[in-house]
């Protein structure tokens, strides 16, 4: 990525998916939305499509899903650095030193 990604771009794609993560469980649970039907995946494949242009090292989707927005405070290692990635400015290091 040419451009680096500043704070509050990361705090606006992060918040944007929370907010789209709640409106969707809502409308799945009073069965509004299929979670296995063809709507459902378009939403969330298009969000992470989007998501991949701006971070196509893919720290963003690693964050939300496998470090739990930071609540699982993995360690990475980025140049022989290892270190927890607990909050956002941890994750924007991610994403911008590489």
């Not at 499509?49 to 609540?71: A, F, K, R, T």
Request: contains cysteine; charged residues 25%; proline residues 4%.
């Amino acid at each position: 990525m040419n451009k680096k990604l500043t704070l509050q771009e990361l705090h606006t794609i992060l918040d944007s998916h929370i907010a789209l993560k709640k409106v969707i469980d809502t409308a799945v649970e009073v069965g509004c939305l299929d979670p296995n039907g063809p709507l459902y995946n378009t939403v969330w494949k298009s969000f992470e499509d989007v998501v991949s242009i701006l971070d196509p090292n893919g720290w963003i989707m690693w964050h939300i899903y496998d470090n739990d927005d930071g609540e699982r405070a993995l360690k990475v290692k980025i140049h022989d650095v290892e270190f927890p990635v607990e909050t956002r400015r941890d994750l924007l290091y991610a994403i911008n030193v590489i």
